[in-house]
């Protein structure tokens, strides 16, 4: 039985996934992942809501009421260690994607909020690229909104890769309760990629009174939707483990709380 935080992705089409706040069943976050072959298009209403489009891979002319920013993204793999190229933009816009070539589109959304925000074409050279972890904890981050970035109003997006073998958002932890500065609620989408594609991972979602308490076996494009509780991920032997985080909540600040009865191995 598919666990009810999972969303698969369909294998072929343009549309490979689409998780909607009614869908999952929460207030802020929602994400969608498109396929566009070389010169299909696709258009976007922002509406209410502010959008991160990020170029996972291929190449796009982004056009905002008319004014185009052409030949974003240059990678062919999100496991090539090149930042993704990445548009904000604010609500009421229009956004027209067209593919150079080939591209995927992830588009990340959340409530807007009063101010008057622009379009910022988020430079990849200029996103911070870090290490986390030790040993078989080791994983390779990229910060495409992080929260100290004033761009976006609730949105935070993030991508990791996460070698074969190792683990990932660990040791467990949580953002689900807005106690700040000990901890922040944060909705959280994880967008996975395998490679090689066949391969698979896990991810357990979890409350400490495990009144919430899923496993997931993850598949190359599939969505985990993370409502509350502590979420880690692991790759099997074999399998490298990209996935991409879209985070928002009441607050644009990032705190998270370990498990306790993990946070040993940090010592």
């Known amino acids: 039985m598919v666990s009810p935080l999972l969303a698969k992705a369909a294998p072929s089409g343009r549309e490979i996934v689409n998780v909607t706040p009614e869908r999952a069943g929460w207030t802020h976050v929602g ?11 696709e258009a976007v209403e922002t509406g209410e809501r502010e959008l991160c489009l990020v170029v996972l891979t291929g190449t796009v002319d982004v056009s905002i009421d008319g004014d185009t920013h052409a030949n974003l993204g240059m990678r062919n793999s999100v496991f090539e260690e090149v930042s993704p190229a990445a548009v904000y933009v604010p609500p009421g816009r229009g956004v027209h994607i067209r593919a150079v070539r080939a591209a995927e589109v992830a588009l990340c959304t959340a409530p807007a909020d009063a101010r008057n925000r622009k379009v910022q074409v988020i430079d990849p050279t200029k996103m911070k690229r870090s290490v986390r972890g030790k040993g078989t904890n080791t994983r390779y981050v990229c910060d495409i909104l992080p929260h100290d970035d004033p761009t976006a109003a609730h949105l935070l997006v993030v991508e990791v890769m996460t070698p074969a073998s190792h683990s990932s958002s660990y040791p467990p932890h949580k953002h689900d309760q807005e106690t700040p500065p000990t901890e922040t609620l944060l909705e959280e989408t994880y967008y996975h990629r395998l490679n090689p594609p066949q ?38 032997h074999g399998y490298d483990l990209y996935y991409l985080n879209v985070m928002a909540g009441p607050n644009r600040f990032w705190v998270f709380k370990n498990d306790p009865q993990h946070e040993w191995m940090l010592e």
């Open 31 to 41: 994400f969608r992942a498109v396929r566009l072959m070389a010169g299909e298009a």
């Open 199 to 236: 391969g698979f991972a896990f991810q357990r979602v979890y409350t400490d009174d495990r009144s919430l308490d899923e496993a997931c076996a993850v598949e190359d494009h599939d969505v985990v939707m993370v409502p509350r509780g502590y979420h880690p991920v692991v790759a099997p």
